[in-house]
C-alpha cells in the first residue's frame, strides 16, 4: 500500500483554533493541510470545526501514591513531610488494588484526556522497597504506544533519615528500573545536602541516568541546594539531566536575583518543574525568555496528601493560568504552553506544533479559542496518538 493510500484526513478541525482545514497523516506524521474539505486518504476522521491541540506532557506526577479508582479515603491529619510519608506507606499497605492496577487506572485516565507522556516519581523507601517503582514499571509496560513514560526514584522519607535508601536507590539506577535518581530538601528535610547530592550526582555520573530533586525549601536553604545543584551539574557535564522540582525558592526572589539565578540555571542546563500551586507558582514566563526550561505537572493525585487532582493537563494548566493570575490572552495560553510545549522541552520529546512533518499526536476540543480553552476546560472529544485515535469522550478505546 502506497503512502498515499495509507493516509488518514482528520477533516475540518482547526489548529489553535485558526481556520478549518483538513490534517493529512501519514504513518504517525502529519504530512499536509489541505482546505477544509479537500484532503484525500483512505480513512477520513470528521472533526466538526472543534479546535486541534497538541497532546500534553505531565513532567511531575506520583502515580504509586494514588487512590484514584479506589473506595473514598478519609485522611487524617498530618504535619510536615515525615507524617506524610508514613501515611503513604500507610496507604499502599491498606489500598485494596496493587501499585500497577491503580497506577494504570490513573494514566489511562490522563492520556484519554490528552496527555502524551509523563514523569512518574515512585516512592523508594525500606518500608516497601521497590515495589513502587516495579508497580510504575509495570503501568509503563501496559501502556506502550498510548502513553510514553519516564520513572523517578524518589526518596520521599528521606535518604539519611530512612536508613537503607541509599542502597535502595542504588539498586534502582544499576538495574534500570529508574530513568532518574530523585532527591528530597537535603537540608531542611534530610538535614545531610553534601551527603544526598553526593549520592544522586554520583549514582547520576556511575550509571548515565539523569536527577530529579524536588525541593520545597525556601529562602537560603532553598537557594544554597539550587546553586550546589548548579555547580554540580556544571563540573560534571551533566546539562539536560538534571532537573528541580518545586524550587519555591525562586518564588520570593527580586527580578534582579531571578534573572542573575535564571541565567546560571540555563547555562548549566538544570531544568524546572512547577504544579502551580497557589502564591507558589514559578514565573515560567520570565525564566523560559532566560533560557531555563519548565515543565508543569499535576503532583499528587488523591493520595494521602491530598483529595484532589485529576492528571488532566488541561485543567492543571487553568489552575496554572489562575495561580499567576492570567487576564489577556497571552497570559492564559501560556498556561497551555507550559502544558504542552515546554513539558515536552523539558523530557526531551519531539515537538508537536500541527504543521506538516510534526507527529500526529493531537486532540479535539470544541471552543472558540485557545484562550477561551484554557479557562473552559472542555472535555477531549478525540485523542490521537501516531495519527491513531486512542480515546473518545474521555475514554481509551
Not at 484525500?40 to 472533526?47: F, H, I, P, Y
Not at 549514582?203 to 546553586?227: C, F, K, Q, W
Not at 487576564?327 to 498556561?335: A, F, P, Q, S, V
Request: charged letters at 25%; glycine letters at 12%; one cysteine or more.
Amino acid at each position: 500500500m502506497s503512502s498515499e493510500n495509507a493516509s488518514t484526513v482528520f477533516a475540518n478541525v482547526r489548529p489553535f483554533g485558526a481556520d478549518p482545514v483538513d490534517l493529512v497523516v501519514t504513518d504517525g506524521v502529519i504530512t499536509g493541510h489541505a482546505a477544509a474539505g479537500q484532503g484525500t486518504g483512505t480513512r477520513v476522521v470528521e472533526g466538526g470545526g472543534r479546535i486541534a491541540l497538541p497532546t500534553m506532557v505531565d513532567t511531575h506526577i506520583h502515580p504509586d501514591k494514588t487512590a484514584w479508582g479506589q473506595p473514598w479515603v478519609s485522611r487524617r491529619p498530618a504535619a510536615g513531610i515525615a507524617e506524610l510519608g508514613r501515611a503513604d506507606a500507610e496507604l499502599l499497605r491498606t489500598l485494596p488494588a496493587p501499585v500497577e492496577e491503580r497506577a494504570r487506572g490513573l494514566l489511562a485516565h490522563a492520556a484519554a484526556h490528552g496527555t502524551r507522556a509523563v514523569r512518574a516519581h515512585a516512592d523508594v523507601a525500606p518500608d516497601f522497597g521497590l515495589a513502587g517503582l516495579e508497580g510504575v514499571a509495570e503501568a509503563r509496560a501496559n501502556l506502550a504506544g498510548v502513553l510514553d513514560m519516564q520513572t523517578v526514584a524518589f526518596p520521599q522519607h528521606g535518604v539519611r533519615r530512612a536508613p537503607g535508601t541509599a542502597e535502595l536507590l542504588t539498586e534502582a539506577a544499576r538495574s534500570g528500573l529508574a530513568d532518574f535518581v530523585g532527591g528530597i530538601d537535603p537540608i531542611g528535610f534530610d538535614d545531610d545536602p553534601a551527603g544526598q547530592l553526593d549520592l544522586l550526582f554520583g549514582l547520576a555520573e556511575r550509571y548515565g541516568i539523569g536527577i530529579d530533586l524536588h525541593l520545597h525549601d525556601r529562602e537560603r536553604a532553598g537557594l544554597d541546594v539550587i546553586a550546589d545543584v548548579i555547580d554540580r551539574t556544571r563540573a560534571l557535564s551533566l546539562g539536560g539531566r538534571v532537573t528541580i522540582s518545586h524550587a519555591f525558592a525562586l518564588v520570593d526572589l527580586t527580578e534582579g536575583e531571578l534573572d542573575r539565578l535564571g541565567a546560571d540555571l540555563a547555562v548549566t542546563g538544570v531544568g524546572l518543574t512547577t504544579v502551580a500551586p497557589a502564591g507558589r507558582t514559578l514565573p515560567v514566563n520570565r525564566l523560559r525568555e532566560l533560557g531555563v526550561k519548565v515543565g508543569l505537572g499535576s503532583d499528587g493525585v488523591r493520595d494521602s496528601w491530598s483529595p484532589f487532582g485529576n492528571a488532566d493537563m488541561l485543567h492543571r494548566a487553568h489552575l496554572m493560568a489562575s495561580s499567576l493570575r492570567a487576564r489577556l490572552d497571552d497570559e492564559l495560553e501560556l498556561g497551555f504552553l507550559a502544558a504542552a510545549e515546554f513539558g515536552a522541552d523539558l523530557l526531551g520529546l519531539s515537538a508537536v506544533d500541527l504543521r506538516p512533518g510534526s507527529p500526529a499526536d493531537f486532540f479535539l476540543v470544541r471552543g472558540e479559542c485557545l484562550a477561551q480553552i484554557v479557562v473552559d476546560v472542555p472535555a477531549r472529544d478525540l485523542v490521537v496518538r501516531a495519527g491513531k485515535v486512542i480515546a473518545r469522550d474521555g475514554e481509551l478505546g
